[in-house]
């Protein structure tokens, strides 16, 4: 052979060897990243090519699946009363992928999850057609309507949490949205979709998960917990070390209370019961932000939270001495979100056990059979029982003649604390109201409850947590006690 041609022939062979070892990159090691990829739109395309599982919620489904007509879709999601339940199910769209449990169950929801791999080999040799699993929630219905009426045209957040499981019972979100209108993948569908994202209230935004506030008052169970725990006090009864007026440390500034309650030296139960800004500011002050810090870790605070769905992390930070001062009632830069305070709530009425807290209760596989089914865990003690019974008796106290009359239930022993936080450039804007409670009956207490209202149509001083947000709390806890009747 010829120099040219050797050098043509050898040529021809590093391209023949380039493409073998390009075929076989793609084939063998991108696999799995191709098949799955999200610009892949045969992933789409089977995805909707058969009826989607479905989320249920006490037994019944919340979501279903419509027929389409056109397209390379054969299926669309639907929602049975979509707003209400948004914030627990997210969306799941042709065109603008899911969220939440119909993005984090997508496997069981759409049939191809492991978990569901000797269904779908059965399916093979018996020739049924390829369908979803089933996810079914924690969620009671009954504590769902009743948190997303009480909220109604106000924006705000309920979460409901079983004490005893961590079982998620409500987590509602207001302005919510119709995931079903942009569930296609039309123009019309992008054109919904646009309107929800520029929508100033923002009602795509899961504020029981994903917005974080300042806790105001509410925050004095976490600061009187850290005083029990630690030692600063141990009788909620017994006169406590706190001078009216008393000035912020480093500081000249005399610290308020909301009007001329007795605050002076006040017990506790009594502290509590009025909300004294003095008592709990001096206590922060006394325990220091460290033991602060350790306190808040122990009710989950600084972490996210998985449900699975993801809830931002609630802050208490590392501050000067005034500031975590301040911190102490709830009104520095420490912030926290619906569900870590009724996280807060369910630890004390556990008795100091906080529960992981969960939605998703069992995974089931397309003939209803269980693949999965979750076991309550425990994240932390975050008080002992003792010092925990002590908060109760002060929270239990605020509800039978303190700020948090307004969540009694008869013949129910309820547990609460109001909050009215203030916020924006030095509290100009309308606060944020706030109620964290819990319900005990004779066979334990099978709820706890934190609600938060954003009412920007109310008069500055008509905003208050137990006029606002504490009857909402109450018609949650009634609704589940009355649903275990």
Do not use: C
């Given at each position: 052979m010829n120099k040219p041609l050797r050098r043509v022939a050898i040529f021809c062979g590093l391209l023949m060897l380039a493409l073998l070892i390009r075929d076989n990159?793609?084939?063998?090691?991108?696999?799995?990243?191709?098949?799955?990829?999200?610009?892949?739109?045969?992933?789409?395309?089977?995805?909707?090519?058969?009826?989607?599982?479905?989320?249920?919620?006490?037994?019944?489904?919340?979501?279903?699946?419509?027929?389409?007509?056109?397209?390379?879709?054969?299926?669309?999601?639907?929602?049975?009363?979509g707003p209400l339940w948004a914030p627990v199910t997210g969306y799941s769209s042709q065109a603008f992928d899911s969220s939440q449990l119909?993005?984090?169950?997508?496997?069981?929801?759409?049939?191809?999850?492991?978990?569901?791999?000797?269904?779908?080999?059965?399916?093979?040799?018996?020739?049924?057609?390829?369908?979803?699993?089933?996810?079914?929630?924690?969620?009671?219905?009954?504590?769902?309507?009743a948190a997303f009426k009480g909220l109604g045209e106000k924006k705000g957040a309920v979460v409901a949490l079983d004490p005893k499981s961590g079982a998620i019972l409500a987590l509602a979100s207001t302005p919510s949205y119709d995931p079903s209108v942009f569930a296609g993948n039309s123009l019309k569908d992008s054109d919904n979709r646009q309107k929800l994202l520029k929508d100033e209230d923002k009602p795509m935004l899961n504020r029981a998960l994903r917005e974080t506030y300042p806790p105001g008052s509410t925050f004095k169970v976490v600061t009187a917990a850290a005083a029990l725990e630690n030692g600063l006090y141990d009788d909620i009864d017994a006169k406590t070390d706190s001078p009216l007026p008393w000035t912020l440390p480093q500081s000249t500034t005399q610290l308020q209370n909301e009007g001329n309650i007795p605050c002076e030296n006040a017990t506790l139960r009594e502290a509590l019961r009025v909300s004294c800004n003095t008592v709990f500011g001096k206590m922060s002050d006394d325990l220091g932000n460290k033991k602060m810090i350790e306190q808040t870790d122990k009710f989950g605070f600084n972490k996210e939270?998985?449900?699975?769905?993801?809830?931002?992390?609630?802050?208490?930070?590392?501050d000067n001495r005034p500031q975590n001062a301040m911190a102490g009632i709830g009104q520095a830069s420490?912030?926290?979100?619906?569900?870590?305070?009724?996280?807060?709530?369910?630890?004390?009425?556990?008795?100091?056990?906080?529960?992981?807290?969960?939605?998703?209760?069992?995974r089931q596989a397309p003939n209803l059979d269980p693949v999965y089914t979750h076991e309550p865990e425990e994240l932390s003690r975050a008080l002992s029982g003792?010092?925990?019974?002590?908060?109760?008796?002060?929270?239990?106290?605020?509800?039978?003649?303190?700020?948090?009359t307004?969540?009694?239930?008869?013949?129910?022993?309820?547990?609460?604390?109001?909050?009215?936080a203030q916020h924006g450039l030095n509290n100009s804007e309308k606060p944020y109201a706030w109620f964290i409670s819990y319900a005990k009956t004779d066979s334990g207490s099978p709820v706890a409850v934190a609600v938060v209202v954003e009412d920007g149509n109310a008069n500055r001083d008509d905003i208050s947590g137990g006029g606002l947000a504490a009857p909402i709390a109450r018609d949650v806890m009634?609704?589940?006690?009355?649903?275990?009747?």
């Open positions: 990159w793609l084939q063998y090691v991108r696999a799995d990243e191709l098949t799955s990829h999200k610009y892949n739109r045969r992933v789409e395309i089977e995805r909707y090519a058969h009826e989607r599982g479905d989320i249920i919620v006490d037994g019944k489904a919340i979501t279903g699946s419509a027929e389409t007509e056109d397209g390379d879709f054969r299926y669309k999601r639907v929602w049975k009363d119909e993005n984090l169950e997508d496997g069981i929801l759409t049939g191809n999850d492991d978990q569901l791999f000797f269904d779908r080999t059965l399916s093979m040799f018996t020739g049924e057609k390829k369908r979803g699993g089933n996810v079914v929630t924690t969620l009671n219905g009954d504590a769902q309507k939270v998985f449900t699975p769905v993801r809830a931002d992390a609630s802050i208490y930070p590392e420490n912030r926290t979100t619906p569900l870590q305070m009724a996280m807060v709530a369910s630890a004390i009425a556990n008795d100091g056990k906080l529960m992981q807290p969960y939605m998703v209760a069992e003792e010092n925990a019974q002590k908060v109760q008796q002060m929270m239990e106290t605020v509800v039978k003649d303190g700020t948090g307004n969540a009694r239930i008869p013949g129910v022993t309820v547990g609460g604390k109001t909050g009215t009634k609704a589940v006690i009355d649903s275990k009747k």
